[in-house]
Every structure is written in structure tokens, then in C-alpha cells.
């Protein structure tokens, strides 16, 4: 089954401990993205990258790292969590450039920073 | 820069009955891809239906229809014979044609759907 596979689901942490959210997809999509949600600000894009070893900052990249060293899986870093990143995020990957071309999302990850 | 904007945070509907989700956007770019996107409690993001902006044509996906006005931006949803398991966040997303394949997201409306 295709699918994009993020974990975990639900994460509880305390500022300042370096946490990482992983995001896999087994259907060899070249492009992988990271989005949070915020109530009242839609998904707003944090990091993308348009294949192994090729990142870029999206439009919310402050407090974040990421990484591509396959092409399956992009995990998203946080360095030192802060309660501002309290917010959903989700993983997506598509097939090419093409626009028209569906992005796939993953079950998203609800993390609190306390 | 892309906006996109829905102008409705909240939407309900009788069951079986038609409701329409607006959605307005904003790009200087000639080549771009509209889509609806659907949230339901699970979370799950769930294409519901995608247009071409060069295709003057409205897509149509089963009870899900578009009402694309390109000289005015306007990208509205149109859902019929509306049932209980379409209550849900709907959000509308734009995306350019550039190389980087990042969706602008509306802030979002929820729909209710009631019996």
C-alpha cells in the first residue's frame, strides 16, 4: 500500500530537548515536505526537498533542521523545542515537478512542547 | 507570493443537501494547480479534487464539483447530496509552477453536516 508513514503520532517534550520526527514513503517520490498546523493559519510549509541530499527553507524553517540522505525517509529535527512549535505536523511526498501530480500526506504528528 | 484565502472558518449543511465552499487566491504566475483538500477528525489529509489552471473546463469528482473562475481567482467547492461522512476541515491549496512543489493553504472551513 502506498503510504507515507510518520512517527510518532503524539510526542510530550520539555524545551530544549532535541527531538526528531521521522517520515518515510515507500512509493519513490522525489519530493518530500514538512508542514505544520496551526489553528486559524492553515499548513504552512516548514522545509521541502527535491531529492537526496537537495534541501531548502520553506516558509517557516526558523527552529528546524532536516535531512534527505535517502531517498525514502526525511526526518525533521528539532535542535532545542521551544513552546512555540507546539502545532501538528505533517510529512508529504509527490511523484515529480509536475504540478498536477497528487502530494501524499502522512497521519501527522501532534507535538507539545511544555 | 501566493495567498490563498476562505473567507468561511465555519460552513454546515442538512444532510443530502448542497453547500458551497469558497475560496479565492492570488498568484502572478500563469501555470499553477488548484486543489481541495479534506481533514476529517483522523487528521488524515485527503485530495478531494485538484484543476489545471489552463483547463477552463471544471473538474467533477463523483458528488464533488469546482467552480473555477480564473479572471476573478476564485476556486469554489461544491458538494451535493451532502452525507455525514463528508463533515470534515476542508482547505484549498494553490500551487505554482516553479520547482519547488509547495501547496499555499487557505486557513481552512469546517464543515458540519447535520442529520
Known amino acids: 500500500e502506498a503510504q507515507v508513514t510518520q512517527n510518532p503520532r503524539y510526542l510530550i517534550t520539555v524545551t530544549g530537548k532535541k527531538l526528531t520526527v521521522t517520515c518515510s514513503q515507500n512509493?519513490?517520490?522525489?519530493?518530500m515536505s514538512w508542514y505544520r498546523q496551526d489553528p486559524g493559519l492553515g499548513l504552512r510549509q516548514i522545509y521541502y526537498s527535491m531529492n537526496v541530499e537537495v534541501t531548502d527553507k520553506g516558509d517557516v524553517p526558523e527552529g528546524y533542521k532536516v535531512s534527505r540522505k535517502e531517498k525514502r525517509n526525511f526526518p525533521l529535527i528539532l535542535e532545542s523545542p521551544s513552546p512555540n512549535q507546539t502545532s501538528l505536523y505533517f510529512c508529504a511526498s509527490k511523484r515529480d515537478r509536475e504540478g498536477y501530480s497528487e502530494a501524499f500526506f502522512g497521519q501527522g504528528t501532534r507535538l507539545t512542547v511544555v | 507570493a501566493q495567498t490563498v484565502t476562505q473567507s468561511q472558518p465555519e460552513m454546515s449543511v442538512q444532510e443530502a443537501e448542497t453547500v458551497t465552499l469558497s475560496c479565492t487566491y492570488d498568484?502572478?504566475?500563469?501555470?499553477?494547480?488548484l486543489f481541495w483538500y479534506k481533514q476529517p477528525p483522523s487528521r488524515q489529509m485527503i485530495l478531494v479534487i485538484r484543476q489545471e489552471a489552463y483547463k477552463q473546463q471544471n473538474a467533477t469528482e463523483n458528488r464533488f464539483s469546482v467552480n473555477f473562475q480564473k479572471a476573478a481567482k476564485s476556486f469554489s467547492l461544491k458538494i451535493s447530496d451532502s452525507q455525514l461522512g463528508d463533515a470534515a476541515m476542508y482547505f484549498c491549496a494553490l500551487k505554482g509552477g516553479g520547482s519547488n512543489y509547495k501547496l499555499t493553504f487557505g486557513k481552512g472551513t469546517l464543515l458540519t453536516v447535520n442529520p
Open positions: 498568484t502572478s504566475e500563469s501555470d499553477y494547480y
Open positions: 512509493m519513490n517520490h522525489e519530493y
